[in-house]
């Protein structure tokens, strides 16, 4: 009987990789509903599943300490990430990674199959976790849990949850690709109700082709916020390096006993653009900072979307296969998820376009003050070339200073073509929010209709 009980313990729930399956919770983690993929896998029919608490399906091997992240990102009315091990009710197991969005009066949790190298790595934390739950308290699993995630390059929760899902998604649409399955034939329908899920799902497809356009924009954009970043922090070093470079001008031109007013005047005016070029790049830097982050949202927004809206399409055709004639209440809830996020997706665009303008206003400006100091480092060449005993080293100083023009115009010029090229992209992603946004309210429409014709 043990060697029974042990073999049904290690026995895990298949599901493919395309099946998708979610729930709907009250926010005290009651049931409310689960698409037919989730009540198989669990192994419970629907009328044992629904109604009980979400728990009916949390697996002995689960840290408690994940399940203590879970809420905290869910009570902030933050969307969380994380990879689960659930029970099946004969005492079975699956492994997820779960994605679950809060939403005004229920939490949707949408699942996935795992496939990245990631998920071995949580898997060998979540066990040294459950051993240091099994010696210690609450805190030190905490404190452990976040050692972990360092060690293994991560800087927190939430830089692991958007590493984590990007990487699922991203290996998901890679092996779907190979193991893409030839579409369904819905011809054969006649009732007007299966015709309407059929225009419903139609447009779905639509809409998710549409999503996945944004999505193959993500490694573009990771791409460009690391060059921005990188430039950024490279124009700082390099205006720092030519406010060196005045100063020892100017203790050079002391040491001066004639010529040195001359000298002292020219380090005064590259000390003083250089603190000119210090606020102009600070600027940049700052907006940088701003687009960089507004990148980063962008990023999880997409794949959120993505995401869901694959959900929304893969439960369409499940409404279509199955025999009822009647709209299930629940797709609403899920176009309502969806136009939530896509809300904020269609911002970004208005503010790339904002934060880019202000950025070449900026880099256009750096670029008149090096002008100015090309000037001034050509008349230090010649004054320096006039001086009979070159020992305090003011031909090399303003050699030095040409050479950090030339790379801080290179730089500056390479930022503001990155901010164009960008610009246009941007000025296609809001021509194609609107796009989106006609789909979805003819969407919204569809099932607006469709519920009227069942009163």
């Excluded at 199955?322 to 939530?340: D, F, T």
Aim: aromatic fraction near 12%; proline fraction near 1%.
């Amino acid at each position: 009987m043990e060697k029974i009980n042990t073999a049904i313990l290690m026995k895990e729930s298949k599901f493919d990789l395309h099946e998708l399956f979610f729930s709907i919770t009250q926010h005290d983690s009651t049931i409310l509903f689960g698409n037919e993929t989730f009540i198989r896998i669990s192994g419970y029919e629907k009328d044992e599943i629904i109604g009980k608490f979400h728990n009916i399906i949390r697996h002995q091997d689960m840290p408690r300490v994940i399940f203590k992240k879970f809420w905290e990102y869910l009570k902030l009315n933050k969307p969380v990430v994380a990879y689960v091990k659930n029970k099946t009710k004969d005492g079975g197991f699956y492994w997820v990674l779960a994605v679950v969005f809060p939403m005004e009066d229920r939490y949707i949790s949408i699942r996935i199959k795992p496939n990245t190298a990631i998920f071995t790595v949580v898997r060998e934390i979540y066990f040294r976790l459950l051993m240091a739950e099994a010696k210690s308290d609450m805190d030190e699993s905490q404190k452990l849990f976040i050692e972990l995630l360092n060690a293994y390059g991560f800087d927190d929760y939430d830089h692991f949850m958007n590493e984590v899902l990007l990487a699922e998604l991203l290996e998901r649409k890679r092996l779907l690709t190979l193991n893409r399955s030839q579409e369904h034939d819905y011809s054969y329908l006649k009732s007007d109700f299966k015709l309407d899920v059929k225009s419903l799902y139609d447009i779905s497809k639509v809409l998710l082709n549409e999503y996945e356009k944004w999505f193959t924009k993500i490694e573009s954009l990771k791409r460009i916020k690391s060059i921005f970043e990188d430039k950024g922090y490279l124009l700082r070093t390099l205006a720092r390096d030519i406010v060196f470079l005045s100063l020892n001008a100017s203790v050079s031109s002391y040491k001066l006993e004639s010529d040195g007013e001359t000298f002292g005047v020219l380090a005064s005016d590259i000390r003083t653009n250089a603190k000119q070029n210090d606020i102009l790049i600070r600027n940049v830097h700052k907006t940088t900072q701003s687009f960089t982050e507004s990148i980063n949202e962008m990023i999880f927004l997409v794949s959120y979307l993505s995401l869901q809206m694959e959900m929304v399409t893969y439960f369409i055709k499940e409404l279509l296969d199955e025999s009822s004639e009647k709209l299930n209440e629940n797709i609403n809830i899920l176009n309502e998820l969806v136009m939530q996020y896509n809300e904020k997706l269609i911002k970004l665009p208005n503010i790339f376009d904002k934060l880019i303008r202000i950025n070449i206003l900026n880099l256009e400006e750096l670029e008149k003050q090096l002008m100015y100091l090309g000037y001034v480092q050509v008349y230090g060449i010649i004054e320096s070339s006039r001086l009979n005993d070159d020992r305090l080293g003011f031909c090399e100083i303003f050699s030095q200073l040409k050479a950090l023009i030339s790379k801080t115009s290179d730089e500056i010029s390479l930022m503001k073509d990155m901010a164009e090229n960008f610009n246009v992209d941007n000025k296609n992603l809001m021509n194609d929010s609107k796009k989106i946004e006609v789909l979805l309210n003819s969407f919204k429409s569809q099932i607006i209709k469709m519920k009227k014709m069942e009163i």
